[in-house]
């Protein structure tokens, strides 16, 4: 190429469209300065300006020499990256997911991308906490930056802007972000660690009769740490690892004791990685074998990868999924693929990674919650340079820039946690993922020991591959499930506050046994609703259609939509009577109950309330497998993930009012939480037991989870299902309608379903109050669109939506009223 072709080449005018992490219909293209021609790479980052002073880093969908016709298009400032950070396969999810999920394309930006890969102006920005950076080396103007951080501890992007006079700021503190020495974030937190525990070792001195002997002889004027030594040698017998625990327990001595010993020089301690895998402390080695049921589903799944992209594994609780995860991975990582392991919660199942980590080294990746943003970025990074080749994540990590996928774990596939409510995209991470894998031509492995009824159909009709595993590993059985009539119980006056005497009993059986408890009672806060005896008025929040509960551990009524808060109340503001009573009960109220009932008991709890702060569950995990307590009452969250060794007895205290909430999944979900709680019991060699309270002893979904009925419980929801046009037969979609003004509200719904129902005719249900019809002072009516799978396109239904969306909104009787779409709503 001649020098005036090259020349003409750099001055050619491009125009790129990009995409900005904003809620706005279209991208948006703005004209490239033609010094920045060569730097134009689709997936790069650049600096616009949008609106009237608001700079964004946005990314480059496509590039051309054609400008816009309907407006002028304004320079882009500048561009960040020299490679793209995001490649094809990602934008295309990105498109697939605004069309599928009826959402804008910035949204899913704004969701895929971590805080500090889009910069906007409102970002802040901190100083990182390294000492040894040497400042010395950085340019006159991040000298300029680093300086105004020292006196002000935090900076946005726009301050920034103002310090320098210049809008092209972000090259810059990308420069500072990449080489350490800023943040683009004030909220730091630490990074995953893997369980430890310590255990006693005898000082080698102490290791011949002789040494013992002396030992003891010393110990005479001590006699509980004689003890102590005395129970270790006895458990040294039988057992390779003693714990501080193990010692006390079996010498009834105290902790003082031990210490003692430890300071002595008896004992040493050291510290052993472990995990909680498979129901017990497993000592984690990259060395296991199947068992016999193990090695037929790995089989299976290997032949139905041949000609399925996806296979669900139905495996009861501790039948070894994870061991043939394990495998599968190897084999993808042989093949050179990367591989996606996908948790529902990654804090609740901690010991998976560390059982990973210990397989696969610095080859793994995790990409979560308790991570920071510029940690996630940093995650971002690596994988871009292939550095990670599997990543264990929640449902954000399927936004990842992967190079090369092969397989696709979703563990626990049946969570409703892969769901997405808010804000939009309201994506499923699971069939997402389904999507992904098709984009990658990679293989999606579905594993759960409840399936949802979705997925066991799609399997049922080969659609899936399907694989079982109804064999728990080892010798661990199956926990027997004995049911607590309530009204019986009652009668015969054997209901102690809200504990049976049978599970009163086996609880104390089970600590006698030095075993530990679960209790389940799936409402958290002390009260649910205080009530006026007199006049029965309820107490409710003030910005929500939704009575306050009461938790004793902030002595406030508390609303769990919006947050607000108020001091309780005494005297009923409707009548005026000294009557307000508690109604109802939830984990702070049965711990409460329990500790009056048995005050020997060391009890801890596990909900949404106990749990916050960094460390929160990690304490309280902690401290229930080191046995600090005998009983643990939780929410939903003891259900997921969590094995422990010792706990031989799990207690449901009211089971109606998951069978009883008004959801057409509610008899789904609710046999998949009891099953999956009653896996918490006996995962190992004792036999679990399970006590279930309820008033409803003969219903179906009860008799079910007593004998382990899946198939009946799957055949008996998929007629219904069938019967009343519910998925998997139809798809849904929700359509919230919201104002401030109740009236509005009515007639901006009614004007809508009118609109829809000219096209879509019965398919439109409502608009109908929801369960909770006014939320943080919005009023809401629901719109609800049932689409049959057969002989309807649903492209072209979305396409009359957002039409009929577009016409509402551009009628002034309207004006202000949000709509809300969730597009299969869990």
Known sequence: MSNSELFNQKRKTLFVEVILPLAIAKTYTYRVPHDLNDRV?????????????????????????????????????DIVDEEPIVDGSQLQLWEWMAEYYMCHLGEVMQAALPAALKMASETKIVLAENPNLDRSDVSDKAYLILEALDIAGELRVSDVVKILGQKSVFPLLKSLFEKGYILISEEIKERYKPKTKA???????????????????????????QDAFLAFMQLSKTKEDITRQDVMETSGCGAGAVTALIDKGVFDVKEKLVSRFDGTDVFLTKDFFFSESQQKAYDAIKAQFEDKEVVLLHGVTASGKTQIYIRLIEKALAEGKNVLYLLPEIALTAQITARLKLHFGNQLGVYHSKFNDNERAEVW??????????????????????????????????????????????????????????????????????????????????????????????????????????????????????????????????????????????????????????????????????????????????????????????????????????????????????????????????????????????????????????????????????????????????????????DFRAYERAFSLFSQVAGRAGRRQSLGKVIVQTYTPQHRVIEQVVNHDYDGMFMKEITERKNFQYPPFCRLIKMDVKHADQQQALDSANRLASALRSHLGSRVLGPEPPLVARVRNHYIQTITLKIERANISIHKVKDFIRQAIALFELDKYNTGVRIQIDVDPY
């Open 41 to 77: 790479k689709i997936g790069v980052r650049v600096i616009v300006q949008f609106g009237k002073n608001k700079i964004y880093s946005a990314i480059i969908r496509s590039f051309s020499i054609e400008a816009p016709i309907k407006y002028e298009a304004k320079y882009l400032l």
């Open 199 to 225: 255990f006693l070792r005898l000082a080698s001195e102490y290791g011949d009769a002789e040494g013992k002997r002396l030992l003891l002889d010393s110990l005479n004027r001590a006699p509980k740490q």
């Open 381 to 662: 990074h690596k994988i871009i340079k292939d550095e990670f080749k599997i990543v264990i994540g929640a449902r954000s990590s399927i936004f990842l820039p992967f190079k090369d996928l092969g397989l696709i774990v979703v563990d626990e596939e049946h969570e409703n946690s892969y769901k997405q409510y808010d804000p939009a995209p309201r994506y499923h991470a699971r069939d997402t993922a389904i999507y992904l894998s098709h984009l990658h031509q990679a293989k999606v492995l579905l594993g759960s020991a409840t399936p949802s009824i979705e997925s066991y159909y799609n399997a049922k009709a080969s659609k899936y591959g399907f694989v079982k595993l109804l064999q728990r590993f080892g010798e661990a059985q199956l926990p027997d499930i004995q049911i607590i009539n309530i009204p019986e119980e009652s009668r015969k006056e054997q209901m102690h506050s809200y504990f049976s005497a049978d599970l009163l009993r086996s609880i104390s059986e089970a600590v006698g046994r030095k075993e530990q408890v679960i209790l389940f009672q799936n409402r958290r806060g002390h009260t649910p609703f205080v009530q006026c005896s007199t006049c029965g008025y309820v107490a409710k929040c003030i910005n929500c259609d939704v009575s306050l509960t009461y938790h004793k551990t902030s002595h406030l009524l508390h609303c769990h939509y919006c947050g607000h808060s108020e001091s309780p109340i005494n005297v009923c503001p409707a009548c005026g009577m000294p009557h307000m009573e508690s109604k109802g009960f939830g984990t702070e109220r049965v711990e409460e109950e329990l500790e009056i009932l048995m005050p020997e008991l060391r009890i801890g709890r596990l909900d949404l309330d106990s749990t916050k702060g960094k460390y929160g569950f990690d304490k309280i995990i902690g401290a229930f497998d080191d046995h600090e307590f005998d009983v643990l009452i939780g929410t939903q969250m003891v259900a997921k993930g969590l094995d422990f060794g010792r706990v031989s007895l799990i207690g449901i205290i009211n089971a109606d009012t998951i069978i009883n909430f008004p």
